[in-house]
C-alpha cells in the first residue's frame, strides 16, 4: 500500500512565502499625461484601469485560495492525528 505524508510544516512555509509574495505585488497608478487629450492615451488609461483592476482580482482569488489550502492542510492534519491515535 502506498503511503501518502503531510509535512505540515513544509506546506505551511511555502503557503507564507506565497502569501507574502502576493503582498509585493502592486501596480502604480498610470499617473498623469499631462494636458493631452489624444485617443490613444484615452485607451491607454482605460487599458492600465482595466489591468489594473483584473490584477487586483486576481490578488483577491490567491488569496482566498491561500486560505482554503491553509484550512484544507489542517484539516488533514487534524484527521491524521486522530487516524494515528485509534
Keep these: 500500500m502506498t503511503e ?3 509535512k505540515h510544516d513544509v506546506v505551511m512555509s511555502h503557503l507564507d512565502k506565497v502569501k507574502t509574495t502576493l503582498g509585493k505585488l502592486s501596480l502604480p497608478d498610470p499617473g498623469s ?3 493631452n487629450k ?7 488609461l482605460e487599458r492600465e484601469a482595466a489591468i489594473k483592476k483584473n490584477v487586483s482580482e486576481y490578488i483577491k482569488v490567491v488569496e482566498k485560495n ?3 489550502t491553509r484550512a484544507s492542510v ?3 492534519k487534524r484527521q ?3 487516524m ?3
Excluded at 38 to 44: E, K, N, P, S, Y
Design 33 to 35: 499625461v499631462g494636458e
Design 38 to 44: 489624444l485617443d490613444f492615451t484615452d485607451g491607454w
Design 84 to 86: 494515528v491515535r485509534k
Design 74 to 76: 489542517e484539516l488533514l
Design 66 to 68: 491561500i486560505e482554503d
Design 80 to 82: 491524521d492525528e486522530a
Design 4 to 6: 501518502i505524508k503531510l
